[in-house]
């Protein structure tokens, strides 16, 4: 049985619909990340959960209670905001006790649970310090400090890594990661970065104009994306996706041209017929790019991403069309050179030219 469940959700704005007819089983100790650009819907349906918006139709269970007219301060949920939402005047300790004393709790009580809180998320040492003397990351976990001493049924996450600069955010995936063990919490988590869900999430929800896409755990939405949306928003850099032509079929086996560059792709459904146009996807890490002559079509150099271990080559081909190619951070490469590609067996996707759904 869910320990959360959004049943046909809807939400309209005027003539906007912002969320039309959304469907999620949450487990009880799941961590659920709620993955789309903007103007998705993903923000729009956790404020529904806090209870900061209202439910047009639908039910909202949580805990086998329904909780469409529960008021917000009832439901048994904290919300981190992307904002920190911090009191600026009271120092850390204030700010993690101001709700228990609004909920009555006597003072040892406060105490102990702010103790406690502060230990896992290693604000001690900071708890009689103001906020402005604090880190971003320092302050971000004040406001996750905040939500832990409650001991939620629920927590909510705005997007709360948005304001922190790239290493904080790995540092600070990494806590809420370690958290999430901790706690053994549930915890659904908003965000239209790619990382932070692959990162974190039990589950992704993909979402896309208050639709769902696509949900299921970070490996499988990686491995086997149902759409030509979620291929192209899943993965960094994203895959590539070509306009390729059926050269044969084979059982489940079916070898597509894309300008040159000749692939094998397994599908799952009814095969196309040979001529058919496909959409031929391939993530940059699934192709061999080297120099000198090979098998595979010719690519021209057009910029390089070097992280290190591993260089983003994005290159050109036939008719102008785009290829990002993953090579060896060792291989001496830059813009102008031309490399030879090839596709790794059994990697790539195919997808109907028409509808952008899976094969």
């Known amino acids: 049985m869910s320990y959360m469940k959004i049943d046909d959700v809807r939400k309209s704005f005027g003539r906007y619909e912002a969320l039309r007819g959304v469907d999620i089983d949450i487990a009880k100790r799941e961590f659920v990340v709620l993955l789309g650009p903007s103007g998705c819907g993903k923000s729009t349906l956790l404020r529904m959960i806090a209870g900061l918006e209202s439910i047009d139709s639908g039910d909202l269970m949580i805990d086998g209670q329904r909780m469409n007219n529960v ?66 990351g320092q302050r971000q976990r004040v406001a996750i400090g905040r939500a832990i001493v409650r001991e939620p049924k629920v927590f909510l996450f705005d997007e709360p890594l948005s304001n922190l600069d790239a290493a904080l955010r790995m540092q600070m995936r990494v806590e809420l990661a370690r958290l999430h063990r901790e706690l053994q919490a549930t915890m659904v988590y908003v965000t239209h970065d790619q990382v932070e869900a692959m990162t974190l999430a039990d589950k992704i929800v993909v979402m896309r104009d208050g639709l769902i ?60 017929i040979v001529g058919e146009r496909v959409t031929l996807g391939i993530r940059p890490e699934h192709l061999e790019g080297q120099f000198g002559t090979g098998s595979g079509p010719s690519l021209d150099v057009i910029a390089c991403e070097r992280l290190g271990g591993v260089t983003h080559a994005f290159t050109r081909f036939s008719a102008g069309i785009d290829l990002t190619v993953q090579i060896d951070g060792e291989l001496p490469i830059s813009p102008g050179n031309t490399i030879t590609c090839t596709a790794h067996p059994g990697r790539a996707h195919l997808f109907s030219a028409e509808t952008g759904l899976r094969l």
């Open 213 to 272: 896409e696509q949900t299921g755990n970070p490996l499988e939405i990686y491995r086997r994306p149902v759409n030509t949306f979620v291929a192209g928003f899943i993965g960094s850099p994203t895959m590539n996706l070509l306009d390729a032509r059926v050269t044969s079929v084979s059982e489940r086996i079916v070898r597509v041209d894309a300008a040159g560059l000749i692939v094998d792709a397994e599908i799952d459904g009814e095969p196309p």
């Open 71 to 136: 008021k917000s301060a009832n439901r048994g949920i904290s919300m981190v905001f992307q904002s920190y939402a911090l009191y600026p005047h009271k120092t850390v300790r204030q700010n993690m006790e101001f709700g228990l004393k609004v909920a009555g709790l006597k003072k040892p009580e406060r105490d102990a649970k702010i103790a406690e809180a502060a230990r896992i998320l290693q604000l001690t040492p900071l708890l009689d310090r103001l906020p402005r003397d604090l880190s971003g």
